[in-house]
């Protein structure tokens, strides 16, 4: 099965990585076997073609060409979702599975946008975090609150707390409140139902862990298992029979939360309400 990458600039972690993590998970079943930069690296890393050409991976010149040749597409520009809408429009319109990276969008009216594209044409697709694959998450929920933490800033690593939270609280967020603070920040969500989550991003670094309040008792997980191998693994189970591996409702919750809390961060200490209006 061919795989095709489609990034903003192919230089950058996961398209360094996820290659040989396919051929492995996929028993060589799947090869990523054309990738697409729309611009090289600006932040000193090799050129598109020098990747291509270190990685042994032939390179397209167009989003078309990936399109017409692979049988499954994986959109990536992890650090850039801002460019997410433009890079899987043409993926979204051929019905060939796709998987688009995170963070899935900036916004929620970005997001609906997405994911209308693949409905109006049938094309099986996700977004999610690697996170959400960590073994320490498994059976537990629906969880009544959360405190979570782990590293670096909101706008590229919140995507990693966001994602768990909202797997593990089943119920509709409603508003927003950020704290900044030296090398660290605090965002506290809302839930219609009651629920309450903080998620603590550290600026100089955190392993990313959770005490969680549920119904059949409360627990502190470390995050420690492999959970880029087990996302790699459910990611060649979506190319092999595509699926709504992750529900796109829970998605655009996801989306419409990083938007409220990017609205927030600009009046800290105040409550932004989390809309759902495209």
Known sequence: MKIGFIDYYLDEWHANNYPQWIREASGGEMEVSLAYGKIDSTIGGRTNAQWCADMNIPQAQSIEEVVAQCDGIIVLSPDNCEMHEELSRLPLMSGKPTYIDKTFAPDYPTAKRIFDVAEAHGTPCYSTSALRYADEYRGIGPADA??????????????????????????????????????????????????????????????????????????????????????????????????????????????????AGLDAIRQPGQWVPVTFEA
């Not at 506290?188 to 392993?207: D, M, N």
């Not at 309040?213 to 790699?232: K, L, T």
């Open 146 to 259: 959360i405190a979570s933490w782990g590293p670096n800033g909101f706008e590229t690593y919140a995507i990693h707390q966001l994602e768990p939270i909202m797997m593990l609280i089943d119920s509709k967020p409603s508003r927003v409140m950020y704290v900044p603070g030296k090398d660290w920040y605090a965002m506290t969500i809302e839930f219609a139902g009651g629920q309450v989550a903080t998620l603590t991003g550290y600026g100089k670094g955190s392993p990313f862990a959770m005490n969680i309040a549920a119904p059949a008792g409360n627990r502190v997980v470390a995050i420690e298992s492999d959970y880029f191998h087990n996302f790699i693994v459910q990611l060649v189970a979506f190319f092999r029979e595509p699926a709504e591996v992750v529900p796109h409702e829970e998605t655009l919750r996801i989306m419409a939360v990083r938007g």
